[in-house]
């Protein structure tokens, strides 16, 4: 099965580079969407190294959220916006993880939990063809809230879709502190630390500086942990091959 992976704290960051595409430089968009769309998580893992100041593709960073499926599965066929029920919400659930396959019709969405309030959800085309037959998965999508026990996912008329559910649990490591008490780690659903985890242009894995990120276009210093020890360059809308170690 080709799947297609959804997470909304690294597709956030992903879409600040949505407006490098085809573009030789890319300048970082400084404003936030609460709606994310599906096609900027373009794979599992890979998005995050390529894309964005996070690394997941390394484990035990400082601040990584693990996230636990629960064992009771649902699955279903729907055409149009369907409410899937997904039972009494378990002790310990903080979200539904969601598969959710499409390759016709219009617009789906999905809600996704919003940690800070407000009202995220995911949102991509199912005739798109270069999602075609793919299985988008979403492990944030939103709790059942009050005496709910269903997630609605809204489709436009005639789209067909269909979906494995269940509940899940997480567990989300504290951020590191270096000596100058700058937090350092990955992004997760408290923020962004000081010091961002990210692949240097010499494959090596270090963090860059957020102030440095928001503020600077160009090859941007990657760091230690201390956050002063310089291990590599990370192209923040650079050209190609800018930041690469020979030049």
């Given at each position: 099965?080709?799947t ?23 300048r ?64 310990g ?38 999602r ?11 709790l059942?809230?009050?005496?709910s ?63 440095e990120f ?34």
């Amino acid at each position: 099965m080709n799947t297609t992976t959804i997470n909304r704290t690294f597709a956030a960051a992903v879409e600040r580079e949505l407006a490098a595409i085809g573009t030789a430089r890319s300048r970082l968009r400084r404003r936030q969407r609460r709606t994310r769309t599906a096609t900027i998580a373009i794979g599992s893992l890979a998005l995050v190294g390529a894309l964005t100041g996070a690394a997941v593709v390394v484990s035990g960073l400082p601040g990584e959220t693990t996230v636990t499926p629960f064992e009771t599965v649902v699955t279903g066929s729907y055409t149009g916006t369907g409410e899937i029920e997904l039972g009494p919400v378990p002790e310990g659930a903080d979200r539904v993880i969601l598969d959710v396959t499409c390759s016709e019709g219009g617009k789906i969405e999905v809600p996704l939990r919003a940690p800070t309030g407000g009202d995220d959800r995911v949102t991509w085309n199912c005739s798109d063809p270069v999602r075609k037959n793919l299985t988008t998965h979403i492990n944030d999508g939103r709790l059942p809230g009050g005496d709910s026990t269903s997630i609605t996912v809204i489709a436009d008329p005639g789209t067909p879709w269909s979906v494995t559910a269940r509940y899940g649990g997480s567990e989300t490591t504290e951020w590191g502190t270096n000596v100058n008490d700058e937090t350092y780690g990955v992004p997760n659903d408290n923020g962004i630390p000081d010091l961002s985890a990210a692949y240097a242009t010499n494959g090596k894995v270090g963090y860059i500086r957020q102030s440095e990120f928001w503020s600077i276009e160009g090859c941007i210093n990657v760091y230690l942990s201390d956050g002063t020890t310089v291990i590599g360059l990370f192209p923040n809308g650079a050209a190609e091959g800018e930041c690469d170690p020979a030049r």
